[in-house]
């Protein structure tokens, strides 16, 4: 990895960055948007504690879906530059190897202080648009928005409940009405 310019450890700089670096609640004045009440929810691996996006989806009267995905805002935090944004922009991913993980940015950022964790208000990139009912992208957009994750998801619990093999997903997606996102006409 060293041979191809990937950094695999953290400098002393990027880690005092890191130590200065406090949870910003974001307002939502601005250009920021509460989107807090969509019933967002997070997919991903069982064990996954860097959750980086989030989704939602509305189904319109005219047979449409507005979809929502929404991105960590890192840039909340870490500012351009810095050199927790140069060590990502040299490494540009996290690497999982069988003996170590090689995080793209600290742990402290990605599993906490960005990360859309459960029940946690964070800033978020948001991509929005309409898909009709040809599958048509209509009135795409991209704005910041602050959000809050309604339901924690996992890949294997909603593939076995995809296979009926499992009666229910998460007590909190069901309440929330989640489970129509998954459901296919």
Avoid: C
């Avoid at 601005?30 to 996954?48: A, F, T, V, Y």
């Avoid at 929502?68 to 050199?83: E, G, R």
């Avoid at 690497?95 to 906490?112: D, I, Q, R, W």
Wanted: charged share 20%; net charge negative; hydrophobic share 40%.
């Amino acid at each position: 990895m060293q041979d191809h310019g990937f950094l695999p450890d953290f400098s002393t700089a990027v880690l005092n960055e890191l130590s200065n670096i406090q949870n910003i609640v974001a307002e939502t004045t601005g250009s920021n948007k509460d989107l807090r009440h969509l019933p967002w929810i997070s997919i991903d691996n069982d064990d996954s504690r860097d959750l980086d996006q989030l989704t939602v989806a509305e189904s319109l009267t005219d047979n449409s879906v507005k979809i929502y995905v929404a991105v960590a805002d890192v840039d909340n935090l870490v500012k351009k530059n810095t050199a927790i944004d140069l060590h990502a922009h040299q490494n540009t991913t996290s690497v999982y190897t069988a003996g170590k993980t090689f995080p793209m940015l600290p742990e402290n950022l990605s599993t906490n202080l960005t990360s859309l964790n459960y029940q946690e208000d964070r800033p978020a990139v948001v991509i929005e648009m309409i898909v009709n009912d040809a599958g048509d992208i209509q009135s795409p957009g991209i704005y910041q928005a602050l959000v809050r994750n309604h339901a924690k998801l996992a890949y294997n619990s909603v593939a076995s409940w995809l296979e009926g093999k499992t009666a229910s997903l998460r007590k909190s997606a069901l309440q929330l009405g989640i489970i129509s996102v998954f459901r296919i006409k």
